[in-house]
């Protein structure tokens, strides 16, 4: 088994609301490997109001 440690910076889409953010982010990281580990690490906006997600997660390749 080899582990992976990521950090990855995602746009939030409006049409995701806070309830399905969760697996909205498991689904971005999947696409890598099997997630092990994830964590939301900050949440920033920008002046035309994108929002961006800061993620840490461990994945097995």
């Known amino acids: 088994m080899r582990l992976?440690?990521?950090?990855?910076?995602?746009?939030?889409?409006?049409?995701?609301?806070?309830?399905?953010?969760?697996?909205?982010?498991r689904e971005q990281l999947a696409v890598e490997g099997e997630v092990l580990r994830w964590a939301l690490t900050g949440v920033g906006s920008s002046a035309d109001g994108a929002r961006t997600l800061h993620v840490e997660a461990v994945i097995s390749a």
């Open 4 to 25: 992976t440690s990521l950090q990855r910076q995602f746009l939030w889409p409006a049409d995701v609301p806070l309830v399905e953010l969760r697996s909205w982010i």
